[in-house]
Nanobody, 125 residues
Framework: QVQLVESGGGLVQDGGSLRLSCAAS????????MAWFRQAPGKEREFVAG????????HFADTAKDRFTISRDNAKNTVYLEMYSLKPEDTAVYYC??????????????????WGQGTQVTVSS
């Protein structure tokens, strides 16, 4: 079992920045890909960004390219999502997830085995 706890969400103005963190605990010794998803009210959960175990491969949704960065610190079992130039349409609950497929980044939620409880990000206009 792996437990994931997200933090860093909050209220920010249009154009602002936030840094989300996701700390993993439990059986964290196995290689994994970590990713961020988000879900806005009334919408389906969508992939935002992911990073492989070694950090050599990242993948971003089109909505996140050029504005978000993802990184990880395996020594701390933590993955980060830095978000810049935030827009009101980025408002959502952001979830961290892990996948046993550690050599590539998959964007389908069904490929991920463990999920955090989510952290709310609200961007005001």
């Amino acid at each position: 079992q792996v437990q994931l706890v997200e933090s860093g969400g909050g209220l920010v103005q249009d154009g602002g920045s936030l840094r989300l963190s996701c700390a993993a605990s439990g059986r964290t010794s196995s290689p994994n890909t970590m990713a961020w998803f988000r879900q806005a009210p009334g919408k389906e959960r969508e992939f935002v960004a992911g990073i492989t175990w070694a950090g050599t491969m990242t993948h971003f949704a089109d909505t996140a390219k050029d504005r978000f960065t993802i990184s990880r610190d395996n020594a701390k079992n933590t993955v980060y999502l830095e978000m810049y130039s935030l827009k009101p349409e980025d408002t959502a609950v952001y979830y961290c997830a892990t996948s046993k497929v550690h050599s590539r980044v998959l964007s389908a939620a069904s490929e991920y085995d463990y999920w955090g409880q989510g952290t709310q990000v609200t961007v005001s206009s």
